[in-house]
């Protein structure tokens, strides 16, 4: 029994934003319509359509970005009420699930009043005009539930799968390549593609055209795998009244966070990030999440939420507290081991005190990041937070400057002027040459003589705007033996690093 929302991505986005079931609304994505809802394709908004084009065939269109994200999360509630009813659901994808049918018959006394019972919990749980289709296997059950017509429910008798299906265009068939040939050797229909004979089909287009065939001829060998629910962690305490005294919302939670931890443990995992969110007697909102080097203990989520309390700006007494785990992991990989490990506990204890204290910005550790200039790899980020840019290595940066690294980065650069052995200043041509051997570079009133020096390295950054930026990068080494790391822009010469 597969269950199918129609129109689920433009569904999922209209309860996101509270619009009404009749509004025109089209979801884009790269700047094409791909998906829009009825009243929009009744103005002639179909899908592949450029944006522009779309809102000039309805100028009335509400555009919205397409979230895959949101279609998943939005399919939740339907998912847990239909798991209420049945279990062994099977989320084939976001607004398309399926069951077996063989015990919500028995139960509810027929096929047809299964099929019903769980299009009236999906509707009621926000699955509006479910569709059920209801046959042998999960290709020609989806099938049918797409062809239920002004019916909720189509049933499809057992072994009747082939000839339900014989009708039906081969562009049902997900693998454009094979359907593009059968195409052009006059199959339009997976009748006529079930025609041929299954030997022949597996020598011309193998195993994934094996399987097709099998499909078109109503033999669906796919395998029903139900979803394993998710475990619901959260903890959530609600005070009646609001409570305005720190040490009593802390405590209110003690008991509640133990529960918290012990969850998490009974499914063999830690949490090593949780999100705390405060809610006030006059709507107020405060959230955050928090880190932890290792992972939180009960007494850990209680400091959170009282350093938290005391921080928020929050103008009338707090009335819920919920902590969801934001990131969790495996328990085996957070044994201390016998001597223990990681990072001291009591350090981060206090540095999370102090933040609390003096504000989130407040307490900053170093990092680095992707960029191509020095500067823009030097990162300072909150404490307890995550760098916001992914790892150099995780990115080409074409320009960056390679290994080894220079041991001092100077912040600001310092101006210096690079000589000739003439004592006139050396700059780039046009192809990126220097115009004479670099002899010397001043740095104020001090003038230290070169004696090697490599390059240039063109940086160009941004060419295609209006804030781009070219520079050259040169290495020398004076007769101190100290090397440094020279910059030509716009603004003259830099001495941007020292090698030390």
Request: hydrophobic fraction near 45%.
């Amino acid at each position: 029994m597969v269950l199918w929302c129609p129109d689920w991505p433009v569904t999922a986005a209209v309860q996101a934003e509270n619009l009404g079931a009749d509004a025109a609304v089209a979801l884009i994505e790269k700047n094409l319509v791909f998906a829009s809802s009825a009243f929009a394709r009744a103005e002639g908004v179909t899908r592949g359509l450029r944006l522009r084009e779309a809102q000039a065939r309805c100028p009335e269109l509400i555009v919205l970005d397409y979230d895959p994200s949101l279609d998943n999360r939005a399919f939740e509630p339907v998912l847990a009420a239909i798991e209420q009813l049945t279990p062994g659901v099977q989320v084939l994808r976001p607004g398309v699930c399926a069951v077996r049918i063989r015990g919500a018959a028995r139960y509810y006394g027929g096929e047809k009043a299964a099929a019903l019972a769980l299009a009236g919990c999906a509707a009621d749980a926000g699955g509006r005009n479910a569709r059920v289709g209801v046959a042998d296997g999960i290709f020609t059950a989806d099938q049918a539930a797409r062809l239920t017509g002004r019916e909720r429910v189509r049933i499809v008798p057992a072994g009747e799968s082939e000839r339900f299906l014989a009708p039906l265009d081969i562009g049902l068939l997900d693998d454009p390549g094979i359907v593009t040939l059968l195409r052009r050797l006059g199959i339009r229909t997976l009748a006529g593609f079930a025609e041929l004979a299954a030997d022949d089909v597996r020598t011309r287009f193998g195993e994934p055209g094996a399987r097709l065939h099998s499909l078109a001829r109503g033999r669906d060998s796919w395998p029903l795998t139900p979803r394993t629910p998710p475990s619901d962690h959260d903890l959530v305490v609600s005070f009646e009244p609001a409570l305005d005294i720190v040490e009593q919302v802390a405590f209110g939670v003690r008991t509640a966070a133990e529960r918290f931890v012990d969850g998490l443990t009974a499914s063999k995992l830690v949490c090593t990030a949780i999100r705390v969110e405060l809610h006030s007697d006059s709507g107020e909102l405060s959230e955050r999440v928090w880190l932890h080097p290792r992972s939180f203990s009960p007494g850990d989520v209680v400091d959170r939420v009282r350093w938290q309390v005391s921080g928020a700006e929050l103008s009338s007494g707090v009335t819920r507290v919920r902590v969801s785990p934001e990131a969790v992991d495996a328990i085996g990989n957070h044994e201390s081991g016998l001597w223990g490990s990681g990072p001291d506990e009591r350090i981060h204890h206090a540095l999370s005190r102090v933040q609390s204290m003096l504000g989130h910005g407040a307490v900053l550790m170093p990092g680095v990041g992707g960029g191509r200039t020095l500067s823009d790899r030097q990162q300072l980020v909150a404490w307890g937070d995550r760098a916001v840019s992914a790892k150099p290595s995780e990115q080409p940066w074409p320009g960056s400057l390679p290994a080894p690294f220079p041991g001092t980065v100077f912040s600001p650069r310092h101006p210096v002027q690079v000589l000739d052995e003439r004592q006139e200043s050396v700059g780039v041509d046009d192809r990126g040459a220097l115009s004479a051997a670099p002899a010397r570079f001043a740095a104020g009133a001090k003038l230290l003589e070169l004696t090697a020096w490599a390059g240039p390295w063109p940086l160009d950054e941004r060419w295609w705007s209006s804030d781009a930026r070219k520079a050259w990068r040169v290495q020398a080494v004076d007769s101190t033996g100290c090397a440094w790391l020279l910059v030509l822009d716009g603004g003259g010469w830099w001495a941007e690093a020292r090698y030390d």
